[in-house]
């Protein structure tokens, strides 16, 4: 079951990862079948010069396991996951923490923050149990071109 304190991590204050492992900065953890998700992946990354984000499928090997290092279930394939160094923010949380690190305009949204997240992630959880009927889906995940490839985990 997944918990959501009103500062957005899941779990406890300080949650971290059940190993250390080296995760980059920003990490964007999606359901990679979903074509909304995919065009988001795609949003953040013309939208982040710097190539700050990195991002892997909830599917992927290396999904289920940041999954498992922070406590979240395998089968959470309906959230946006953004970890941050080894603080974790999922659904509505995740995507206005996005909006943020991207900067210019896109962090005003980030102001969405005083909402509070049970009225936030209602919407956000109406999305994603239509997101496939609205926006479609994929037989496979997403592949990144090569140019890419580097920015994605598995």
Known sequence: MEVNPPNGLTGPPGLTPRTNPQIPGLVVLFDGVCNLCNRSVQFIIRRDP????????????VGQGLLEKFHLPDHHLSSFVLIEGERIFTRSSAALRVLKHLGGGWKLLYAFWIVPPFIRNG?????ARNRYRWFGRQDACWIPTP????????
């Open 50 to 61: 710097q190539a700050r984000f990195h991002f892997a499928s909830l599917q992927s090997a």
């Open 123 to 127: 919407v956000y959880d109406w999305i």
């Open 147 to 154: 140019e890419l490839k580097e920015r994605f985990l598995d």
